[in-house]
Structures are given as structure tokens and as C-alpha cells.
């Protein structure tokens, strides 16, 4: 008997010391972290729009959405007759300038949804610094319509933030401020957005698979390479919604925050 007892012993300190190894080991996804824009006080309009460009054709992912058709509204072309987005930006909410209007695209996405399309924009104002929201904004407006942000729109950053010009955070390492630290994967999951789209135990949207039962489909690995690389395999059932998985997890996590999330999943039979 207590040789059964001592093996069970040893296989769970075995998996223990696996997984811590496992949680110190483990690479950050490097390719999506952002780079600190330096928009200095004097940036002209052109700047931003170029910035923000780049942003929208790169880091901010917007083309897995946007400009495919069907998916999300086509904002650098016409959408069913109200020209392109800086064109109508200014007419979708009464009230709203095109620059406010914009800006709750980014940062609240769901309070103004765009009729006849699902809420799945991810909230933008998480994984992308102000200046380079407020540079793909500038972008946008350019799209029809005329640039009206300015350096002044972009907040300063807070005293102990990078300086604008400040190399980027070494990679991987995760914004500490990301679900102020903590490894509670209710909190992680709640700070990542995971419930916009997905649903467990009961809470959340059906637009993705419902992960309650997540672990019964997946292991632990499988799940942990999903979050890191969403491109990595597509559900079953679910391959027209490809791509739609935000990419910068990744980089938004620290590698314990991912590890207690990964075995917190897996532990979803
Ligand atoms: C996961 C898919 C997805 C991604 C990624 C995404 N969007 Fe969207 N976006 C949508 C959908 C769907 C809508 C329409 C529903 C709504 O209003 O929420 C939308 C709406 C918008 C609108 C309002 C359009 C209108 O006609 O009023 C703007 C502006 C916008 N997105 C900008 C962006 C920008 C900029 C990015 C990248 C930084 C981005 N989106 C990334 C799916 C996405
Ligand atoms: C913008 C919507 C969106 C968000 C936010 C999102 N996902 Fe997903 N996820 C999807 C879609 C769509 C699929 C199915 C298509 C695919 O596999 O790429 C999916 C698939 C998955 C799968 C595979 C499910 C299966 O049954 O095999 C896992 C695991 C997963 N997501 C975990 C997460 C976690 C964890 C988070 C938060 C950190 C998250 N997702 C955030 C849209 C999203």
C-alpha cells in the first residue's frame, strides 16, 4: 500500500516540478510586441496617418477582420453607401464627433455595434499603446475625411512609464500592469477579454467554442500553443472564424499568468 502511496507522490511532485520548469521555460510569443511609437509634440498629421498605418496593416491586426467582406465593416472602401470610414465616421452616433466616435470603436467596441455584424471586435485600447491608437484614429479619419487629431490628443505618459522614444519593455516580459499581476485565472481571463468571444462555465458569448469542457478536447499543451499562437490549429466546426483569435496573448501575459491559465483550461473536463 504505502509503496502505491509513494509512487502517487512522486508522479505529482514529477508533473509539479515539470510545470514549474514548464512555467520558467516557456518562450513568449517576440513577433507581435508592439514598438513605442515616438509621436513627439510637433508630429504632423502626415505622421500620424503614416504611423497609424502601420499600425492598422501590422501590429493592430485589423486586417484579419476588417477588409475581408463579410466579417467586419470595409473601412478603407465603401460599406453599403455611407463611404469609407472617414466618411462616416461623424454620422454614426448623434452627438458623437468622428474622432469620439472612433475612438469608442477602439476602446468600447460594443457600445455602438454596427448593424448587421457580430460584437467580436476585440477592445483595442488593451493591447495597443495611446500613440498608436491614436495613430491608426488619425489614419482612419484620413479614409474620406479629415485628420483632426493631435499630439495633444495622445495622454502623457504616466510618471514612471517608458518616455516616448523609449525602447519597448524587454520582450516577453508581459505590461506589469496586465491583470495587476495576478496568477487567478479569473482575473486573467477577465483582464484578456477571453469572454467576449468564448463561453465557460455558464458566463460569456457563443461566438467560439464554449471552453467549459475545453480540457476533455485538449491537453495542456494544446491549449497553451492556441493561446500563444492562434494560428496554430482551428477548432473543429469553427475554420470560418479563423484568424479572428487575438494573436497578442502572448505578449500580454507574463509566463506564470499563462501558466495558471493553460492548467486552469485543462482542468475544464
Ligand atoms: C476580431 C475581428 C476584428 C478585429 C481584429 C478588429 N475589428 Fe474593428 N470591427 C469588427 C466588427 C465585427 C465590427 C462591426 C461591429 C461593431 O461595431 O462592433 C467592427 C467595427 C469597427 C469600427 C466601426 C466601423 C463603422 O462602420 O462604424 C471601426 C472604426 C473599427 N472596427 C476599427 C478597427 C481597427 C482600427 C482595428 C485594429 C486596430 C480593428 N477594428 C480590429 C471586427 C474587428
Ligand atoms: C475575438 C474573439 C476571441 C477572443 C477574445 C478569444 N478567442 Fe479563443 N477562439 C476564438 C475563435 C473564433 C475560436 C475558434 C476558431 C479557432 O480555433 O481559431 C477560438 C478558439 C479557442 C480555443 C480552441 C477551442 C477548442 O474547442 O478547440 C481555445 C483553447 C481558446 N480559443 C482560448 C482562448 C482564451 C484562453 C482566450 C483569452 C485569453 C481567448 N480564446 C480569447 C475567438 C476568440
Not at 78 to 85: A, L, W
Request: proline fraction near 8%.
Amino acid at each position: 500500500m504505502w509503496v502505491t502511496n509513494l509512487k502517487i507522490v512522486g508522479v505529482v511532485l514529477g508533473v509539479l516540478s515539470l510545470y514549474t520548469l514548464i512555467a520558467n521555460k516557456i518562450p513568449q510569443v517576440q513577433s507581435e510586441v508592439p514598438q513605442a511609437l515616438a509621436l513627439g509634440a510637433n508630429v504632423t498629421p502626415e505622421q500620424l496617418v503614416a504611423a497609424g498605418e502601420k499600425v492598422f496593416n501590422g501590429i493592430g491586426g485589423c486586417t484579419t477582420c476588417h477588409g475581408l467582406g463579410t466579417r467586419a465593416p470595409n473601412l478603407l472602401t465603401d460599406e453599403k453607401g455611407t463611404g469609407p470610414i472617414g466618411a462616416r465616421c461623424g454620422r454614426r452616433e448623434t452627438g458623437k464627433t468622428c474622432k469620439q466616435y472612433l475612438f469608442e470603436s477602439l476602446d468600447n467596441p460594443t457600445a455602438y455595434v454596427v448593424p448587421g455584424y457580430q460584437p467580436i471586435m476585440p477592445v483595442m485600447t488593451k493591447q495597443l499603446s495611446p500613440e498608436q491608437v491614436w495613430a491608426v484614429i488619425a489614419f482612419l479619419e484620413s479614409q474620406g475625411g479629415t485628420v483632426d487629431v493631435t499630439a495633444s490628443d495622445i495622454p502623457a505618459p504616466s510618471p514612471g512609464a517608458l518616455t516616448p522614444g523609449a525602447s519597448p519593455g524587454s520582450p516577453g516580459s508581459g505590461p506589469p500592469g496586465f491583470a495587476a499581476g495576478s496568477t487567478d485565472p479569473k482575473a486573467i481571463i477577465q483582464a484578456a477579454g477571453c469572454l467576449a468571444c468564448h463561453k465557460l462555465d455558464g458566463q460569456g458569448q457563443m461566438i467560439a467554442p464554449d471552453l467549459t469542457h475545453v480540457g476533455s478536447r485538449r491537453d495542456a499543451e494544446s491549449i497553451r500553443k492556441k493561446i500563444l499562437d492562434p494560428a496554430s490549429s482551428v477548432a473543429k466546426g469553427y475554420e470560418k472564424l479563423a484568424g479572428i483569435m487575438p494573436k497578442t496573448f502572448g505578449s500580454m501575459m507574463n509566463a506564470s499568468q499563462l501558466e495558471a491559465l493553460v492548467q486552469y483550461l485543462a482542468a475544464h473536463k
